[in-house]
């Protein structure tokens, strides 16, 4: 049976996590074999469990890369591999076209659509063209407050580099907001930090 991909996709807080872990309850509970694997650099809510920001979580396993998994025993054994960070493993593209193409597996990943200054991961843009589905989600503006959608993920921490974090860092936010000097809007989101 021929495998597929399917991506999840949008800025943080567009609940991708949460609806990632729906899928794997739901899979589960048809009997469904699965893999659960995390980023090994998104150790927020431990080193063993992929966490949604309201604390639900799923065992996983975490690796900093994909390529190993698939001669791995556990591997052989599953139907569907769920990945979440997807962004951040940079042989995305690779490892799911192998596992849905030739392995038969339905692979189902998680990933932000783009970085906080709106490039977009290389993995993710690799891999879209070879995603049977793709789910596009967005947030809701955490400074309109409005119901105004949130396609967009601003960067609140005065950091420099690749940062995993979330509302201490993070806020998702619209396009006026993300264009928007962070004191313009740091009164209206009280965690905002002004660089």
Do not use: W
């Amino acid at each position: 049976m021929p495998g597929n991909i399917r991506l999840i996709i949008g800025p943080m807080f567009s609940q991708k996590t949460t609806c990632l872990t729906g899928y794997i309850h739901r899979y589960r509970s048809i009997g469904r074999t699965v893999l659960v694997v995390n980023h090994a650099s998104d150790v927020r809510y431990g080193r063993d469990a992929l966490c949604t920001h309201d604390g639900t979580s799923v065992p996983c396993r975490m690796r900093r890369d994909l390529r190993g998994l698939r001669g791995e025993p556990e591997y052989t054994d599953v139907s569907t591999i769920f990945i979440e960070e997807g962004q951040f493993f940079d042989d995305l593209a690779a490892f799911c076209r192998d596992a849905a193409g030739v392995d038969g597996k339905e692979v189902i990943v998680a990933a932000l659509v783009a970085t906080f200054d709106r490039r977009m991961f290389p993995s993710v843009a690799e891999l879209i063209p070879y995603a049977d589905h793709i789910e596009h989600r967005t947030a809701l503006c955490c400074v309109c407050r409005d119901g105004t959608p949130a396609p967009f993920t601003k960067r609140i921490a005065a950091i420099e580099g690749c940062l995993v974090g979330g509302s201490e860092s993070y806020a998702a936010v619209c396009g006026p907001h993300h264009n928007a000097p962070h004191r313009a809007i740091n009164g209206a989101v009280g965690h905002l930090n002004d660089p």
